[in-house]
């Protein structure tokens, strides 16, 4: 039988309104939870990228993978362990303001982006694990509000797998467009 472990889906899609929600039935359908979702433009002018963080297996997070490719405005899909990639969220925290939450901040080197008399607001940038660890220990003296933002990820390996698949994809719309002609002459 096989795991669950996490893995992280890069969609690349065009910015096509109701996508969001055709992706997210994906994994509704399969019964597949989404741990973490983040959208933003790519480096690729007109290419938006998500960033699906999920806890399945390899066998259901491929049909998953191949499921949203499927949909008219998506590009490629592409699936990652936590291994092969550099991630990163954001937390901001709004806690009690005291000397102890005061010498915290100074210790983990948190970034400050608020001080009133009664509550101090603070960042903290890293992965789910020291977001989360920054928390508790923040707990104790009363966390007012916590919110942490969605997984952003970059792949680590040199390539990049969606300019070789842009590359492929018109080498081959160009291969198609001259067999077009060939067979008319």
């Keep these: 039988m096989e795991t669950e472990q996490e893995y992280i889906i890069t969609v690349f899609s065009e910015n096509k309104v109701g996508l969001l929600n055709q992706i997210t039935t994906v994994f509704t359908c399969r019964n597949v939870n989404i741990e973490s979702l983040t959208t933003s433009e790519s480096a690729e002018l007109g290419i938006h990228k998500f960033t699906i963080v999920v806890r399945t297996t390899a066998s259901k997070v491929e049909r998953l993978a191949r499921q949203i490719e499927k949909k008219i405005d998506v590009l490629k899909a592409f699936v990652f362990r936590p291994e092969d990639v550099v991630q990163q969220e954001i937390a901001l925290y709004k806690v009690t303001r005291s000397r102890n939450v005061e010498e915290l901040v100074r ?42 933002s969605g997984t952003v990820a970059i792949i680590k390996t040199r390539r990049e797998l969606l300019n070789e698949y842009l590359r492929e994809r018109e080498r081959l719309e160009e291969l198609e467009k001259h067999e077009k002609r060939e067979q008319t002459i």
Excluded: C, H
């Design 107 to 148: 210790r983990y080197n948190i970034r400050i982006l608020e001080i009133d008399d009664d509550y101090i607001v603070v960042e903290k940038t890293g992965d789910k694990s020291e977001t989360r660890a920054l928390f508790d220990q923040l707990r104790p003296y009363g966390v007012q509000q916590f919110v942490r």
